[in-house]
């Protein structure tokens, strides 16, 4: 089953989005702080990425710029999931990578996220 | 007080009498002196008897050049005035923008003229700076709705998401009566979502924040997919919808998706307080006003003379809690007039007690010049929005 790396620094949130992704199978890895995901990134690539975009220190986009600098991080898909009502913020991921990231506002039911999440693998 | 402090008042004050003076004085010891020692030559040569030049011819060219000197100097006069005006101006902004010590350490210059552009440079300085500054308390406020948005979404997504796990029986089977609590859980978590949206929205277009996206477009063509998709829920409740639209509606500059969200609340407004019957949508080129009214009208409870007054304030629902089982916000209609007022158009409603009612906004016409029409084709809306995506 794919791998999923979900990087959200609200845990309650983290924790449980990442309930209702185990019960579909997906195997999920949780980080907190980008840091954590930059230094994972040395030794291992998810199939998916769901990061937040408010992330204290460096803010989701930086962070998937800093991966995307890695040749095993070009075309690995991203969903941004994001609590900022403004279309700026949701376009942010448009100057990163044209293709393959998509924005999932908050709150967002199981539904909707298996949805995303599932296209996005397929896409890929 | 020595040269570099004489030059520091000479900046910092512009005393332009001295300053004048001061060129005056040079002024006509470098042209003046000159001529009085080329005229002693001429005598002392046509004592001589050298003369090289007709007398007639010399006092003519001495005219011309006394003239010419003249002329200069009135020029050179003004010119300088105008410097030292500007200069004065200028060091009256320093006083305001630069501290003491930055003036007196902009006056550690070679000349005047070094000094007054390094001042303005300063100066220059000083304002972007400030202004940097001020952008940024700008950008702050602008922030504060994004931060109210986001310290209130995130744990409300964990709640939805946490109620969700357990009614959809993700982590292990549940009675129906505990689905049923469930239920209500969620009902009340989706209504704080809509909640947090409309006030965020209305904030942001009460504060002028919101982004209007003008387009000549075809009004009814816009309108006809949302009254389409809104037919299957009156449908599905027993009411008719249907539309008279009058072809003498020309093309209209609106904000497509702000238009959609007034007519969809309007209509769903209509649906939700009407039992039997049904609801029309109407349009009608209004010439003695020049502007279009869209009208919404249902067969519906109607609203009482004195609660008509109330309904676009915020948070104004006619119903008790208990009636409004779909879970309103109360902001969809205050969310409607803000929209249509920054369309310059208005909005009202007419309503009969048990007989319905009417909700009308209006859209002014405005002239569209021909070279905007060639520019703009009624699609241009959703080809610019697919090219952006
Ligand atoms: N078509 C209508 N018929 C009767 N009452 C209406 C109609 N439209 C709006 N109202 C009244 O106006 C109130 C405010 O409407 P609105 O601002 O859209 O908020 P909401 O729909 O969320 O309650 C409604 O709660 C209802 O009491
Ligand atoms: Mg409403």
Sequence with gaps: MAKIWLVEDDQNLAN????????????VMVFYESLQVLAEAKKQKPDLILMDVMLPGQSGPETVTALRNDPNFRNIPVIFLTALLSTEESALGMTIDKVNYKTLGKPYDIKRLLEVVETSLIKK | MNKKDKKLLFVASFDDASILRKFTILFLVASILPMVLLYYIYAQNSRHGHI???PANFTIAMVLMVLGVFVGF???????????????ENSKAL???????????????????VILSRSFSAVTQQLEEKNKKLRSMYELQKDFTSMVSHELRTPLASIKMAVELVAEEAVGEINIEQKEILGRAQQEADRLKR?????????KIEADKLQMNFMIDDLHRVMTPIVESQKYVAQSRGLYLKTEFDPGVPQLSF?????IQVLNNLLSNAIKFTKEGGITVKTLNKISENCVVVSVVDTGRGISQEDLPKLFGKFQQ???AQENVDGGTGLGLAISREIITRHSGKIWVESKLGVGTAFNFTLPIKEIKSAK????????????????A
């Design chain 2, 195 to 203: 909640l947090i949206d409309d006030i965020l929205y209305l904030s």
């Design chain 2, 52 to 54: 090289g030049i007709n």
């Design chain 1, 16 to 27: 449980l989005t990442k309930v209702a992704l185990a019960k579909k199978g997906y195997q």
């Design chain 2, 95 to 113: 006083g305001n923008i630069l501290s003491p010590d930055t003036v007196k350490e902009l006056n550690q210059g070679e000349n005047e003229i």
């Design chain 2, 74 to 88: 009135i020029s050179m006069h003004s010119l300088l005035k105008k410097v030292v005006n500007i200069s004065k």
């Design chain 2, 373 to 388: 029409i060639s520019s703009f084709s009624p699609y241009s809306s959703t080809q610019k929005r697919g090219q952006d």
């Design chain 2, 255 to 259: 904000d497509r998706d702000r238009i």
């Design chain 2, 318 to 320: 006619i119903d008790s």
